[in-house]
C-alpha cells in the first residue's frame, strides 16, 4: 500500500500553462523519469432536483461522479458529506434514469489529462485540468509504488 498525494502547480511566471507543463515534463525526463503512458480523471457534477426538495429554501446537496482511466472498469460517485460509492461503469446510464432525482449541474464537467511517468518508487503524474474548452491548471500526483522486497 502507498501513499498519494495529488497538489494544484502554480503556472510559471512569464510561462503560460501548457509552457509549464512542458517544463515539468522536460525536468522529470532529466532526472531519468520514463513515460509510461497518459491517463485521464473526469468530474461531473450533480445537484439534488428541484422536486426533490421538501421546502422552499432548502439547501440541494451535490454528488460528484468521476472516472478514471486507471480504473476503466469502474465508476466513482461522491455524495456530499457522504460516503463514496463505487459501480461498474453503467452508472451513467442509470444517472440518466435518476434525472427526477438528480440533474447535472450545467458546464460542471472538469477534466484532467496527461502523461504518466515512473521515477524510481514514484508515480508521477502531470495533467492539465480543463473545464470545458478552456485550460484551468496544472496537476501533478505523486504515487508511492509499492516494491516487494527479496530476502535472501
Known amino acids: ?42 468530474c461531473e457534477t450533480y445537484h439534488t432536483a428541484a422536486s426533490t426538495l421538501g421546502s422552499q ?28 460509492l463505487i459501480a461498474d461503469t453503467n452508472f451513467d446510464v442509470l444517472m440518466v434514469k435518476l434525472k427526477g432525482f438528480f440533474q447535472s449541474a450545467k458546464a460542471s464537467k472538469i477534466e484532467t489529462r496527461g502523461t504518466r511517468y515512473q521515477y524510481c518508487d514514484f508515480l508521477v503524474k502531470v495533467g492539465t485540468v480543463t473545464m470545458g474548452p478552456s485550460a484551468r491548471g496544472i496537476s501533478v500526483e505523486i504515487k508511492t509504488v509499492a516494491t516487494a522486497l527479496k530476502h535472501g
Open 57 to 84: 429554501g432548502q439547501a440541494g446537496k451535490l454528488m460528484y461522479v468521476m472516472h478514471n482511466s486507471e480504473y476503466p472498469l469502474s465508476c466513482f460517485a461522491l455524495f456530499e458529506n457522504g460516503p463514496c
Open 1 to 42: 500500500m502507498g501513499v498519494t498525494c495529488v497538489s494544484q502547480m502554480p503556472v510559471a511566471e512569464g510561462k503560460s500553462l501548457q509552457q509549464t507543463v512542458e517544463l515539468l515534463t522536460k525536468k522529470l525526463e532529466m532526472l531519468g523519469a520514463e513515460k509510461q503512458g497518459t491517463f485521464c480523471v473526469d
